[in-house]
């Protein structure tokens, strides 16, 4: 279909030709059609992991509860590629697709924070035509609420770092982990939730007294915390993703 899209030198209306989506993580590949002449390529890095959310039972302070908090969100970077005059058909674009940080199941660890999808470069067969720098930076997994609350990063978004041309979105920061004493009281039991990715999939729930936390949803999102003492397990962040649309 015509998309009525032109450079600034012609009035021609560029063809959509080929739509590729990548979902796998690591490394990964799209092969460029015949007759391509610019390519529209979006990235989304992976969500941080949601943490665990405990009780513990101090002597002299009664109980302490700690409630996990929600990942951040990975960021989304939309780049296009005018490589018209080095491109031919069955030469590869390379790139690395960030996997969702995991959501530990010590309460004492801190969330695995999400991973970087990243454009590498432009082969034919085993040469390299170009090479990029665009990253979209993971989420941030979730601090531990044990010990750590206030005390450095905690559920960062992810951020996008490219070059020229881009559209970059950051992701959204999960719910910081929290500790209470004094049971629910005025402060809410729930887990904090995972925050959404730029451009991208939901960030997970944090857990309730009636509901699990969520995982994030692809691609992107950060994983919800878990609560302190029933629903305490936190989720996953959700993975990165790639979608390349060839245009000639």
């Known amino acids: 279909m015509s998309l009525g899209t032109s450079r600034a030198t012609s009035t021609r209306a560029y063809q959509l030709l080929n739509t590729g989506t990548i979902t796998s993580t690591g490394t990964q590949s799209y092969t460029i059609p015949a007759g391509t002449l610019y390519l529209e390529i979006e990235l989304w890095a992976g969500g941080g992991g949601g943490t665990k959310g405990k009780a513990v ?3 002299g302070a009664g109980t302490v ?3 996990g908090g929600g990942g951040g969100g990975g960021s ?12 031919q ?3 590869t674009l390379n790139f690395t697709v960030g996997a969702g ?25 085993t040469t390299v035509i170009t090479t990029f720098t665009v990253d979209a930076g993971g989420g941030r997994g979730a601090k531990k609420a044990a010990g750590d609350v206030g005390v450095g990063p905690n559920s960062e978004a992810g951020t996008a770092t490219n070059e020229g041309n881009t559209t970059n979105t950051d992701g959204v920061a ?5 500790q209470t004493v004094d049971g629910c009281g005025s402060a809410t039991c729930d887990g904090g939730d995972g925050g959404a990715g730029g451009n991208g999939g939901a960030g997970g729930a944090g857990a309730t007294t009636s509901a699990d936390a969520v995982a994030g949803t692809q691609p992107g999102g950060g994983g ?15 993975d990165g993703k790639v979608v390349v649309k060839a245009y000639g």
């Open 89 to 91: 058909a069955n030469d």
């Open 57 to 59: 039972s101090v002597k």
């Open 76 to 87: 989304y970077i939309k780049h296009i590629y005018y490589g018209a005059a080095n491109m």
């Open 101 to 125: 940080g995991v959501s530990p199941a010590n309460p004492n660890l801190h969330g695995n924070d999400g991973a970087d999808t990243t454009l590498d470069t432009h082969k034919r067969s």
């Open 224 to 238: 919800g915390g878990g609560m302190p003492t029933i629903k305490t397990a936190g989720k996953d962040g959700a």
């Open 65 to 67: 509860y700690y409630h």
């Open 174 to 178: 999960g719910e910081i982990s929290e």
